[in-house]
């Protein structure tokens, strides 16, 4: 069964606690089980991490390359920052699918400019963390060609 990986970067670990009116009541635990539900239905398996620190995420995805045939990724505030991110993105071959909970267009105009974007083979921004199981749907329909 192929494995689709979804990360978490800085302060997702705080869904459910953290601006609740920008980002909701689910945690991310309820995040981590819809992401699990809804490759299940499309016949894939899901490994979830979250971390606050740019190295793992960059570790993580390095290792992708060989224990993953696609990439979800909500990079938080790295989206707008990390070039590390985006480089280590650049050397993985299968879809990466961007996902952000609040619409980042909406938001501080920092906010707008996502480097990840520009790797990702599709965006999804301002769904909530219904945002997390239609960037699985759409990995799993990518790798089914």
């Known amino acids: 069964m192929q494995t689709i990986l979804v990360l978490n970067g800085p302060n997702l670990n705080l869904l459910g606690q953290r601006e609740p009116a920008i980002y909701g009541s689910e945690t991310l635990a309820d995040v981590e089980a819809l992401c699990a539900e809804t490759?299940?239905?499309?016949?894939?398996?899901?490994?979830?991490?979250?971390?606050?620190?740019?190295?793992?995420?960059?570790?993580?995805?390095?290792?992708?390359?060989?224990?993953?045939?696609?990439?979800?990724?909500?990079?938080?505030?790295?989206?707008h920052t990390s070039i590390a991110i985006l480089d280590a993105l650049g050397a993985f071959e299968g879809p990466v699918i961007e996902v952000h909970i609040s619409n980042i267009h909406r938001r501080e105009a920092f906010r707008h400019h996502s480097y990840v974007s520009s790797r990702a083979d599709a965006v999804i921004a301002g769904a909530g963390v219904q945002g997390y199981a239609f960037a699985v749907q759409r990995a799993a329909r990518l790798l089914a060609g």
């Open 39 to 79: 490759a299940k239905a499309d016949g894939f398996a899901v490994t979830c991490r979250q971390s606050n620190r740019e190295y793992e995420l960059i570790d993580w995805i390095q290792a992708a390359r060989v224990e993953a045939a696609a990439i979800v990724i909500n990079p938080g505030a790295f989206s």
